[in-house]
């Protein structure tokens, strides 16, 4: 039997289209081939999807929807250790040519099968512009089918990182996609509309019922997904149906939650977190992100556009960096914003990321003193002015205002911009920004964070998230090697070179890694990850 899992965001007219919808879910639901009772799964979140094209976008807000809907190759296990998924096995054939086995009997949410034919065109969908998963994939020039269920991917130049850049880069039908004119990705940052946007039609655990754009997705269960027999998930998992609601304010959510309204709450503030953890009609679950938080610098222009110093852009110089990292207390603001949940860094990449050098952990001191003396080397004795860039999430505005707060101290005078994610995200990816707050959750393998915010860009994958536009032909030529090294110990001691350089030259000033918190429902077991990415073929509801 096929079953369409896909509808429009507009429900049908009338009485006839209700029945239609119910029909459908009641179908689905049955397909199942899951537990006796439906289990309906009520998530609040700050952050809306922004758009359900799994190419468009590579932020943690869609991450967490779309990779329920759509798969890849590879996948990551409950200990975060890649694992197959689309493809069940892969090796190299050639110095420029891996070679992946396709999983069999995969279908499509439509009914369709999964085969080489989609694969190909996946990946060469997620290398066009303007895909934003092309920054990872750097180095891959195309695949090529051999047989049904077997692909090669080729590439310009050995490549270390292949499978694991491969890892949330989403196979799409090549039939639907093309039906509906969607065979290029979505123009996120031009606001371009397109089928794929509102609508999906993956392989994955979960299928799209409807999306209204910042207010809610709704998801059911895939009951012909293949991992549900092939122990891709918990065995007791038990969701039905996923509603994900956006609800941007703090008190809100957790107004929700403790009505009933919702059972799961995403971002809960930092305020409240220790509060939460003591209510004992509730659960708290905590993990370290992998990610880290950022500030960033435009270094690019010969001046700054939203300065009030025209002849020159003072970020450019070393010691203005330098001066606005010693001038921001991370411990305060952890202890007073963040309520204790974050930990302080001065080291660009997490300990879970290969290669991390725990000797750059310590941050510089704190000295606001030599921040001032640093500035009137650098011929800002009277500090000037700038804009600082910020998405209006609750605890990161507050982080925001606080070093805006903390700069004024060293008459670094801030003006704090908060936006919308669907702003704040394209004037990053432009690099419109003159001085901006940003984070980075990366997967297990250093390179894709440093070719994507640190390399520098070229239109063509290289630095895609280079918000600041930073060059550094030594650095690119690290990264460039850390990408192609086969040599696990050399390829560490490339990353550590390159981090080392990054924590000399400071083209993203480190801030903090959170504590991340979810809470819930006693009777639902989710198990954190550190991408704060909820995996709903793991949770199970009681």
Not at 46 to 65: E, G, Q, S
Not at 117 to 122: E, L, M, R, W, Y
Request: glycine share 6%; hydrophobic share 45%.
């Amino acid at each position: 039997m096929k079953c369409s899992f896909m509808t429009s965001m507009r429900p049908p007219a009338g009485r006839a289209g209700g029945r239609l919808i119910a029909l459908v879910t009641c179908l689905l639901l049955a397909l199942a081939g899951a537990p006796a009772a439906a289990k309906t799964l009520r998530v609040a979140s700050a952050f809306d999807p922004n758009t359900l094209d799994p190419h468009a976008l590579a932020l943690l807000y869609h991450t967490r929807v779309v990779t329920q809907l759509y798969e890849g190759l590879v996948n990551r296990d409950r200990d975060f250790k890649l694992e197959p998924s689309l493809a069940v096995s892969w090796q190299q054939t050639g110095p420029t040519t891996w070679r992946f086995r396709l999983r069999p009997n995969v279908q499509f949410h439509d009914g369709t099968p999964f085969t080489a034919d989609d694969a190909v065109f996946s990946i060469q969908r997620a290398i066009t512009r303007p895909s934003q998963r092309a920054s990872q994939m750097r180095g891959i020039t195309g695949a090529r089918k051999v047989d049904d269920l077997t692909i090669d991917i080729v590439l310009a130049a050995p490549d270390a990182v292949l499978p694991e850049k491969l890892w949330l880069v989403a196979m799409m039908s090549k039939t639907w996609s093309e039906r509906h004119n969607v065979a290029q990705p979505q123009d996120y940052n031009a606001k371009q509309e397109t089928h794929a946007v509102r609508n999906a039609n993956g392989t994955g655990p979960y299928a799209l019922k409807s999306y209204e754009q910042d207010r809610r997705v709704v998801l059911v269960r895939n009951a012909t997904w293949w991992g549900w027999t092939e122990r891709a998930a918990d065995p007791k998992a038990n969701v039905t149906e996923a509603i994900y609601s956006v609800i941007q304010s703090d008190a809100t959510r957790l107004a929700a939650l403790a009505s009933g309204e919702v059972d799961f709450v995403m971002d809960p503030p930092f305020q409240d977190v220790a509060r939460l953890r003591q209510d004992p009609r509730l659960k708290l679950a905590q993990v370290t992100d992998i990610g880290t938080q950022y500030l960033g610098f435009d270094q690019a222009r010969p001046q700054l556009e939203s300065s009030d110093v025209r002849d020159r852009n003072p970020f450019k110089d070393l010691r203005v960096r330098r001066a606005v990292y010693q001038a921001i207390d991370v411990d305060t603001i952890i202890a007073k914003v963040l309520r204790g949940q974050a930990r302080a860094t001065g080291a660009h990449l997490s300990p879970l990321v290969d290669g991390h050098v725990p000797a750059l952990e310590a941050r510089l001191p704190y000295d606001p003193a030599a921040a001032r003396k640093l500035l009137t080397e650098a011929g800002y004795p009277n500090g000037f002015a700038v804009t600082l860039d910020c998405v209006n999430v609750t605890f990161r505005a507050a982080v925001c205002q606080a070093i805006a707060a903390m700069l004024a101290q060293v008459n670094i005078r801030v003006t704090f911009q908060p936006s919308p994610s669907a702003l704040f995200f394209p004037k990053l990816t432009q690099a419109t920004a003159s001085f901006f707050e940003f984070g980075w959750t990366p997967g297990t393998d250093p390179w894709a964070m440093l070719n994507a915010t640190v390399r520098t860009f070229d239109g063509a994958g290289a630095g895609a998230f280079n918000g600041g536009r930073y060059s550094n032909a030594k650095l690119d030529a690290l990264i460039d090697g850390i990408r192609t090294e086969p040599d696990l110990t050399r390829r560490r001691a490339q990353v550590a070179d390159a981090l080392r350089m990054m924590h000399a030259e400071l083209p993203l000033v480190p801030l903090y890694r959170r504590t991340l918190s979810w809470v819930m429902r006693p009777t639902i077991h989710a198990p954190p990850l550190p991408n704060d990415v909820l995996e709903l073929r793991w949770v199970r509801v009681d």
